[in-house]
C-alpha cells in the first residue's frame, strides 16, 4: 500500500524560507510523478510543482518558478520541495501526491495517493 508521509512546514517571515519533504513507501516508484499541491482556506487545491520520479524532469505553476525547487532522492525515496523568498500568498496547506501515468498532471483529480498535509503559514 502506498503511503505518503509529509513534513517540514511552519510558520516563516516573508522573505524566509522552508523545506518540505515527503517520504513514500509500499512499493518503488519508477515511472511514477510526484507532485505537490496547495490549499489555502476557501480556495480549490492547486498545482505546484511535480516531477517525473525516473529521469528528474520538473514541472511548476508560474507563481512559484525561480523560488520553489522539487527534487527526489531515490535512494531514500523521498520528494522535497525547496521553497525560498515565501511571500505571504504562499500560505497554504501542502500536500504531496502521487500518480502512475505520464506526463506529470497538474489536476489533483488525476492522482491517485495523497499525503495527510503540512501547514505553511508566512507572515507579512
Known amino acids: 500500500q502506498v503511503q505518503l508521509v509529509e513534513s517540514g512546514g511552519g510558520l516563516v517571515q516573508a522573505g524566509g524560507s522552508l523545506r518540505l519533504s515527503c517520504a513514500a513507501s509500499g512499493r518503488t516508484f519508477d515511472n511514477w510523478d510526484m507532485g505537490w499541491f496547495r490549499q489555502a482556506p476557501g480556495e480549490e487545491r492547486e498545482f505546484v510543482a511535480g516531477i517525473r520520479w525516473t529521469v528528474g524532469i520538473t514541472y511548476y505553476t508560474d507563481s512559484v518558478k525561480g523560488r520553489f525547487t522539487i527534487s527526489r532522492d531515490n535512494a531514500k525515496n523521498t520528494v522535497a520541495l525547496q521553497m525560498n523568498n515565501l511571500k505571504p500568498e504562499d500560505t497554504a496547506i501542502y500536500y504531496c501526491?502521487?500518480?502512475?501515468?505520464?506526463?506529470?498532471?497538474?489536476?489533483?483529480?488525476?492522482?491517485?495517493?495523497w499525503g495527510q498535509g503540512t501547514q505553511v503559514t508566512v507572515s507579512a
Open positions: 501526491a502521487a500518480e502512475t501515468t505520464p506526463p506529470v498532471k497538474v489536476s489533483p483529480y488525476d492522482y491517485d495517493y
